[in-house]
């Protein structure tokens, strides 16, 4: 595992990994929304003497955060959400059901209260090589849904564009107001395939969108 150093070479804490996704011009976006526009509107090779980047994009492109009012209409806004929810230990555990996440394959991991937990399926191995959407990605169950939200977990990430099933608007309803409406934060969009499971500590913070029912966020591990 490669460690930091300090400009002595000591050897520190292993570095950190950066699981978010880079925000691009027409990168995968949730279908029934318009493309992410990322651009240069000005350049120094068009004689302009400062560089100017334009980004019209909705709330939830690329790596984002779901906030309880993305489906609660009274629910906690993104600028709201404590700071320390996506900050500090979290657990990544490995799925390797093939269609989605069911609590039988969660049972043996004696997951508890306050914890934040990240799901690394075959979608960041197998989504992410392409940049058209994969619509048969691994999603969670509305079953699994309502076992974390009965285990009073923080938060939940996954590594695709979103924690439920893009073809299936019954899970999308149930999964999201199953967590949202029980106060868990959800982390979509993350790309775990230069991640191992186990424990990490987890640095990751929306934008302080006043009122907002998501934001893009930053989102890093390192080993503990």
Not at 13 to 31: A, E, F, G, Q
Not at 105 to 119: A, S
Request: charged share 25%; glycine share 6%; with cysteine.
């Amino acid at each position: 595992m490669a460690e930091d150093t300090d400009s002595y070479g000591n050897t520190g804490k292993p570095k950190w990994i950066d699981i978010s996704l880079p925000l691009r011009d027409n990168m995968v976006y949730w279908p029934v929304r318009d493309a992410p526009k990322i651009r240069i509107m000005k350049h120094p090779d068009d004689n302009s003497p400062i560089t100017l980047w334009e980004l019209k994009m909705k709330s939830h492109t690329g790596t984002h955060i779901d906030a309880p009012r993305h489906f609660i209409p009274d629910g906690a806004t993104i600028d709201e959400m404590p700071l320390d929810a996506l900050i500090g230990p979290a657990r990544i555990i490995e799925i390797k059901d093939t269609e989605s996440i069911k609590p039988a394959e969660l049972e043996p991991y004696d997951i508890q209260p306050g914890e934040r937990i990240l799901f690394k399926t075959q979608n960041s191995l197998k989504c992410y090589k392409t940049d058209e959407l994969v619509e048969d990605y691994v999603y969670t169950s509305i079953e699994a849904a309502q076992f974390l939200a009965n285990k009073k977990v923080s938060i939940v990430g996954i590594d695709y564009i979103a924690i439920s099933s893009i073809k299936d608007w019954d899970n999308m309803i149930g999964v999201h107001n199953t967590l949202l409406g029980n106060g868990v934060w959800v982390l979509e969009a993350i790309n775990l395939s230069e991640v191992e499971a186990g424990l990490y500590e987890l640095v990751c913070l929306p934008l302080r969108l006043e009122g907002g029912d998501a934001s893009p966020a930053r989102a890093i591990v390192r080993p503990l």
